[in-house]
Nanobody
Framework: QVQLVESGGGLVQAGGSLRLSCAAS????????RAWYRQAPGKQRELVAA???????NYADSVKGRFTISRDNAKNTVYLQMNSLKPEDTAVYYC????????????????WGQGTQVTVSS
């Protein structure tokens, strides 16, 4: 079993920055990647960025060039640095633990954090 805890959300003005953290505890040998998803009110949850244990990354087109996903394996923590934030980035951000990236597609597993709210004001 894997437990995920997100932190770092908050309220920021458009153009500002936030860094989200996702700390993991427990273990599951099937888990080789981590990802950030987000869900805005009335919308489906969408993949934002993913990173494998080896450091390969993948991003949604809407955040490329603005968001950076990284990981500290020693701390078992994944980060999402969000720069040049826009009001449309407003959502609850969730951390997921998954199987990996295959041909650029992230394969999630059913481990989710509780979510952290990011609100970007215009």
């Amino acid at each position: 079993q894997v437990q995920l805890v997100e932190s770092g959300g908050g309220l920021v003005q458009a153009g500002g920055s936030l860094r989200l953290s996702c700390a993991a505890s427990g273990s599951d040998l099937r888990i080789n990647a981590r990802a950030w998803y987000r869900q805005a009110p009335g919308k489906q949850r969408e993949l934002v960025a993913a990173i494998t244990s080896g450091g390969r990354t993948n991003y949604a087109d809407s955040v490329k060039g603005r968001f950076t996903i990284s990981r500290d394996n020693a701390k078992n923590t994944v980060y999402l640095q969000m720069n040049s934030l826009k009001p449309e980035d407003t959502a609850v951000y969730y951390c997921n633990a998954g199987v990996g990236l295959y041909s650029g597609t992230y394969s999630p597993y059913d481990y989710w954090g509780q979510g952290t709210q990011v609100t970007v004001s215009s």
